[in-house]
């Protein structure tokens, strides 16, 4: 319940600046929202399942091509192309998941970030369909009861009903026993087995539901930039969702969105540094992983350590002990 | 014939680079458990560090070599001390971010310097080129993989008939026994972080003279020396030599003979297959081969 009310916060949070922000500001912000939905996803893969993935981007990027490919070669409307592009990534996921997830820790990490390597590879060179290195433009924007949804601030209330949707969604499959089941297989695999779950179908499951939430996040993208292009699907990017939900705190989806706000955020704001911007947002980075290794949300569940929702209590147990 | 001949020696030239690259990559993971993802930028860091002594300061060659393999030994001190320490115990995702994020400092640090004009750096056989059946070879190519087979010899030797390289994989293998035999853990790790810092900067000045020093060349170098790390199997030395050269060939044989915009799938193609097929690679992580 506790969850629900902190993501309506955010929510609301993002409604409520959405009236008080510039032009500038709303575009950030609804970058942070395509991203939270996509990092929200991988929080399925990383957070519950224990799943390291650094191809998450090539999920974002087949989402988004998929309804770029439909809406310009194919005249689609780019609702109706949204359903073949999600769909289609799931069946992706679940095809590469069941023989990728045998893979554990640093292994799958660099397995899927070989995948994401290799979608960037095939983008940049399959002209024929995919535009190569010029990318595809003139996506048609979406269209809702014959409302265009093409300024800043009309698409950042559309991307955050649909971020609500989807945190509900993922609150309400982390409370059931498929969610408990991946946090069990994360914890451990052996015992996760002897209780009668099925680890591979589990695991393949949380890469599947993960690829869903970045192919909707891709197909945010294309529908809201009108523009995609190889470099906005590299493995860069994969690094940087990661980023996003170990900075907010893995396990969480109120964290997953804080943590895609804040790295949206972030670069722009340390560009008052000067040229030299991004050398400290490294810094930085290392700073909130060496001071915070448990996110933002660890950080928070230890402040307020009695209202600890029951699945939290280890994590809040060792921040106790380390205390 | 004799284009083969001239492929064969860049694909070797460029396999040893990627080679050196993986080893220095290896031998952090089997000392540390570090999963280097900042691998790529020492590389760079390498050649950067012969721009500034060679190019910058124009320092004759030899001086300009060893003062830029000692600004490297420095910097993997620093690193060891800046990174490794605080983060050293923390889970593997968070040392994966953990030294992105380094990485991409690294990265604007060498561009604030250097700026984004891509440099040319020297090489001591500079402009040579021996014929070979017909083929034209850059005499720098072969000197590279000689230079290359030299270190890792060395390298052999250093880890399997020195005190201090057993002493080293005597700390990979446990590092609390090693502790308890009264080994200086601590100075040893930071050892394997300079040497693997060095041969990064070798692997960067060998290459410096093949591409033009960028600094965006990190991220390739780094995908490559994974790629060559997971083939010849994680952790293994041997495995990371001949990773690195398949890798090398792969790129240079595959840009002629199959699909220029292609060549790099060969690469991290194999490295998928091996990881289904294979996950410990050719040599697999035999503990004796650990640095």
Not at chain 1, 218 to 241: E, K, M, Q, R, W
Request: neutral net charge.
């Amino acid at each position: 319940m506790r969850s629900v009310l902190v993501l309506s916060a955010l929510i609301l949070a993002g409604f409520a600046l959405s009236f008080a922000v510039s032009e500038y500001t709303l575009r950030l912000l609804n970058m942070a929202v395509i991203a939270a939905v996509a990092v929200i996803g991988l929080n399925f893969a990383f957070g519950y399942a224990g799943l390291i993935s650094l191809g998450h981007s090539a999920f974002v990027g087949l989402g988004a091509y998929g309804l770029a490919i439909l809406t310009t070669k194919a005249d689609w409307s780019p609702w109706l192309a949204a359903i073949p592009a999600v769909a289609g990534t799931g069946l992706a996921a679940a095809a590469l998941g069941y023989p990728l997830l045998r893979l554990k820790g640093h292994y799958l990490a660099l397995a899927t970030l070989g995948l994401n390597v290799s979608f960037s590879i095939v983008a940049s060179n399959w002209i024929e369909l995919t535009g190569g290195t010029n990318g595809i433009a003139q996506i048609p924007g979406l269209t809702l009861a014959g409302y265009k949804l093409d300024g800043e601030q009309t698409f950042l209330w559309f991307g955050l009903a649909v971020l609500a949707l989807l945190g509900l969604a993922a609150l309400a499959i982390h409370a059931s026993r498929l969610g408990r089941a991946m946090m069990a297989v994360r914890d451990d695999e052996t015992a996760a087995a002897m209780t009668g779950i099925d680890v591979t179908g589990v695991s393949v499951t949380a890469f599947v539901l993960s690829a869903i939430y970045a192919a909707i996040a891709g197909c945010l993208f294309a529908a809201h930039v009108h523009f995609v292009s190889p470099d906005d699907f590299n493995y860069a990017h994969s690094i940087t969702f990661l980023s996003m939900l170990i900075v907010g705190g893995e396990g969480s989806v109120a964290g997953a969105i804080v943590g895609a706000a804040l790295l949206t955020f972030l670069p722009e704001w340390l560009r008052v540094l000067g040229e030299g911007y991004l050398a400290f947002f490294g810094l930085m980075m290392l700073a909130i992983l060496v001071f915070l290794p448990t996110g933002i949300a660890g950080l928070l569940r230890r402040w307020r350590r009695p209202a600890l929702p029951p699945q939290d209590t280890a994590a809040g147990l060792d921040g106790a002990v380390s205390r | 014939m004799a284009d083969l001949i001239q492929l064969l020696t860049n694909g070797l030239a460029l396999g040893s680079v990627y080679a050196l690259a993986a080893i220095g990559f290896v031998i952090v993971y089997s000392a540390t458990g570090v999963v280097n993802f900042a691998a790529g930028q020492f590389v760079m860091l390498g050649t950067f560090a012969g721009v500034a002594t060679l190019v910058n300061a124009g320092w004759p060659l030899p001086v300009g070599y060893a003062g830029a393999l000692a600004l490297m030994a420095l910097f993997g001190l620093l690193f060891y001390a800046v990174v490794y320490l605080p983060l050293g115990r923390s889970p593997v995702v968070t040392i994966i971010i953990g030294t992105v994020a380094i990485g991409i400092t690294l990265q604007n640090a060498a561009l604030l310097t250097f700026g984004s004009w891509p440099f040319r750096l020297p090489s001591p056989v500079e402009g040579m080129m021996l014929e070979v059946a017909g083929a034209v070879i850059p005499v720098h190519a072969v000197a590279v993989v000689v230079a290359t087979a030299v270190l890792i010899g060395l390298m052999w030797l250093l880890l399997n008939r020195t005190a201090l390289g057993i002493a080293m994989r005597a700390v990979a293998q446990d590092a609390k026994t090693a502790r308890l035999m009264g080994l200086r853990v601590n100075a040893l790790l930071a050892f394997t972080w300079v040497l693997a810092a060095v041969l990064a900067g070798i692997a960067g000045l060998m290459l410096g003279p093949m591409w033009f020093a960028d600094v965006n060349m990190g991220d390739p170098i780094a995908l490559k020396a994974f790629a060559a790390t997971i083939i010849g199997g994680f952790g293994s030395l041997p495995g990371a030599i001949a990773g690195g050269l398949f890798v090398g060939l792969a790129e240079v044989l595959g840009a002629s003979y199959v699909s220029s915009a292609y060549k790099d799938l060969i690469a991290f193609g194999a490295m998928i297959l091996f990881l289904l097929l294979r996950p410990q690679g050719v040599f697999g992580e035999r503990i004796q081969d650990r640095g």
